[in-house]
């Protein structure tokens, strides 16, 4: 089937998480993805630690930010840390520490997270990745990320901590459903209402607990 795709302006000037997005102020609207996987598992609590995977422009941090008080902003509430990374720069945003033009596949980035974060132990990691290229090399940079955010969740997420990441229904989908069932239990799948429907991919989205 042919994949229909309309052109980015009218897209966006139909897409009601667009407008959304602009009333409450979010940088983009994949915020409503975070807030419906969140409102439904409670992953990111006061207090909580965070590292943001593919965070630019910075929609995913924003709603960290608030639910895990990093601004101290609820002062009866414990306040917790957001730490994103992305290749491209990252527009400073109050409450957390961006490090922006940063590989998450190069392991140089592992010792400059961990020292942002206080007690290097993150409670969640989420990830909204995306690969960039098309063709042969999308699936080896898909996989390359997809793994090295398992590797990352296994060797710094705390036990009992989560993992939230975005993954594709495709040639690698089985293969990395196997890998996150022996890294973690509860295993589940959800297709957030926000992800875009016209394309003939799915974009679902793994949250897991860390054994
Ligand atoms: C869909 S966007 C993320 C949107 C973000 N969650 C938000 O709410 O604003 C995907 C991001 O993943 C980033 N990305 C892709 N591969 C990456 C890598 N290897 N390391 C760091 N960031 C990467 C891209 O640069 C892009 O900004």
Redesign the pocket.
């Known amino acids: 089937m042919q994949e229909r795709v309309l052109p980015i302006s009218v897209r966006q000037l139909n897409d009601p998480f667009v407008k959304s997005a602009h009333v409450h102020n979010y ?2 609207r ?2 409503f993805k975070l807030l419906e996987i969140d409102d439904k598992y409670k992953l990111l609590k006061p207090g909580f630690n965070v590292i943001d ?8 941090s924003q709603i960290a930010v608030h639910r895990v008080n990093s601004t101290g902003a609820n002062g009866e509430s414990p306040r917790g840390t957001v730490v994103g ?4 720069h990252i527009a400073p945003l109050d409450g957390a520490h961006f490090l922006s033009n ?4 190069d392991p140089v980035t592992l010792a400059k997270l961990l020292e942002l974060l206080p007690g290097a132990q993150p409670h969640v990691i989420m990830s ?3 690969p ?1 290229a098309s063709g042969f090399k999308e699936m080896d940079h898909e996989k390359l ?1 997809t793994m090295s955010l398992i590797d990352l969740a296994e060797k710094v997420l705390q036990t009992g901590g989560s993992l939230i990441c975005k993954y594709w229904d495709g040639a690698l989908a089985h293969q990395l459903q196997q890998k996150l069932s022996a890294v973690f239990r509860d295993v589940r799948t959800v297709n957030p209402k926000a992800s875009r429907k016209e394309t003939s991919v799915v974009f679902p989205c793994p949250v897991v607990q860390k054994k």
């Open positions: 940088r983009c994949s915020a995977c593919g965070a630019a422009p910075g929609a995913w990374i992305d290749l491209l940063h590989d998450i596949t909204d990745m995306a960039n990320i």
